[in-house]
């Protein structure tokens, strides 16, 4: 059974940074591209950012593009995700994504 864990949300100024992180389990980490994607309150989800099973080919929406750096460790099953800069427009729950699974997602609120 895939899960998926995320954690490292929370509250922060705008300008701030947040590494969120995804443990993995039940499936060959590895071998698979993942994913983070958003979802702020009232709208759809949305994806941010991709990187591949090596962790050495990544792709960002460009609205992150500058801000994002999603990474991997394939020893450890991790998924991270870190935001710099962060603005008011980038709350909303975070999830990290293997096809059509996601996890339970973490919060995240950028406000003053």
């Known amino acids: 059974e895939v899960q998926l864990v995320e954690s490292g949300g929370g509250l922060v100024q705008p300008g701030g940074s947040l590494r969120l992180s995804c443990a993995a389990s039940?499936?060959?980490?590895?071998?698979?591209?993942l994913s983070w994607v958003r979802q702020a309150p009232g709208k759809e989800l949305e994806w941010i950012a991709f990187?591949?099973?090596?962790?050495?080919?990544?792709n960002y929406k460009d609205s992150v593009k500058d801000r994002a750096t999603i990474s991997r460790d394939n020893a450890k099953n991790m998924l991270y995700l870190q935001m710099n800069s962060l603005k008011p427009e980038d709350t909303a729950v975070y999830y990290c994504?293997?096809?059509?699974?996601r996890g339970q997602g973490t919060q995240v609120t950028v406000s003053s």
């Open positions: 990187i591949n099973g090596r962790g050495d080919s990544t």
């Open positions: 994504a293997f096809g059509q699974s």
């Open positions: 039940g499936f060959t980490f590895q071998t698979y591209a």
